[in-house]
């Protein structure tokens, strides 16, 4: 695809994504963003950032006071998207340590809360919102949200279908913490666990309600490639496991997808998914291409009832989704 850009701006454009990523984040971070008439700068190096976001016609000044701009507002309602690519930020600040000594990798983290943050925001418009209209009020009588960040979707799920129980689990602590905040009801049961020890959070489904009384749902949002280490058939086991050990089960899954890589080379301008490969890459996760998942779901105990693409990436007649959502029923 054919841009219209020259290389002087590209230069550019590629340069000031390092300094407006950490900027956007971490004022989004601080609900700078939430006052829509005018933005409150408390101090001087406040004052600095907004200065900077007023030079790229995000901000105006008016009566000495400052504003956001039109186009300001359509950038910072997706300061979610700067977040999640901010927490991994200590995996390109130590590019340096890593290139020197590859194991470093092991002891460089991803900001959870962050991820969390941003995740939340980020994932309701393009995952969360369609997927609720996969769903019908009889699918379910139990959710349970494996890897709840949170707990945005489960807060949208009580939202929209009621007298519903819900549950999640998390390895990190902090998303039991910040689902039990955002949702701010003692309707919601919670357990700390990692998404692979299908026994621990399983059976603790189990105990918590009756599978032969209660119609469960398990959603999980980009599980998959967190859990995966880029091994398809670790992840046909997970699927087996909780077949076995919920058998009725449906399944709501939300993935990314790696595409191929011409798609990617031709729509630069259109895509951040080179970007979010690179961090998931170097932080450990592995990201299924569409080919792979479908591989997965030939081999799984499961069958697609009802799915979804998101963001399509296309050239000439070519195309693959960036994302998907997918309503899995067990086989019988």
């Given at each position: 695809m054919?841009t ?5 701006q590209e ?17 989004a ?17 406040e ?9 790229l016609g ?14 300001g ?14 927490s ?16 470093i990798?092991s002891?460089?983290?991803?900001d ?8 939340g ?5 393009k ?10 009020k009889?699918d ?5 949200d ?26 990190s ?14 309707n919601?049961?919670?357990v ?9 959070w ?39 496991e909780?077949?076995?050990k919920?058998p ?32 998931h ?5 592995g ?15 499961y ?18 989704p ?5 309503l899995l029923?067990p086989?019988?």
């Amino acid at each position: 695809m054919k841009t219209n850009i020259n290389l002087r701006q590209e230069i550019i454009t590629l340069i000031r994504g390092y300094f407006l990523t950490p900027v956007i984040a971490n004022l989004a971070k601080n609900n700078f963003f939430k006052n829509k008439k005018f933005l409150k700068v408390n101090n001087y190096s406040e004052k600095i950032l907004v200065s900077y976001l007023k030079n790229l016609g995000f901000v105006k000044e008016y009566k000495n006071k400052f504003i956001i701009s039109k186009k300001g507002k359509k950038i910072f309602s997706r300061s979610g998207s700067f977040n999640i690519v901010n927490s991994y930020r200590d995996y390109l600040f130590n590019l340096d340590k890593i290139l020197d000594n590859p194991k470093i990798l092991s002891k460089i983290n991803c900001d959870r809360k962050e991820n969390v943050l941003g995740s939340g925001s980020t994932n309701y418009r393009k995952f969360f919102k369609p997927a609720l209209g996969l769903l019908k009020k009889n699918d379910f009588d139990v959710i349970h949200d494996l890897g709840c960040g949170n707990g945005n979707f489960l807060k949208n799920i009580n939202l929209k279908f009621k007298n519903k129980e819900l549950s999640g689990s998390d390895l990190s602590k902090i998303s039991i913490i910040e689902t039990k905040k955002n949702l701010n009801s003692k309707n919601v049961k919670l357990v700390q666990s990692d998404a692979l020890n299908v026994k621990k959070w399983a059976n603790w489904l189990i105990k918590e309600y009756d599978p032969k009384k209660q119609k469960i749902l398990v959603s999980m949002w980009f599980v998959i490639h967190e859990i995966s280490k880029k091994d398809v058939f670790k992840i046909i086991n997970f699927f087996k496991e909780i077949k076995k050990k919920i058998p009725e089960a449906k399944i709501l899954i939300g993935e990314i997808i790696e595409p191929e890589k011409k798609l990617l080379e031709k729509n630069t301008l259109n895509t951040i998914m080179p970007e979010y490969i690179l961090f998931h890459q170097l932080s450990g996760q592995g990201i299924f291409s569409y080919d792979e998942l479908k591989f997965i779901l030939n081999k799984i105990p499961y069958k697609c009832s009802k799915k979804i693409e998101i963001d399509n990436i296309r050239f000439k007649n070519k195309e693959n989704p960036s994302g998907i959502v997918w309503l899995l029923e067990p086989k019988n």
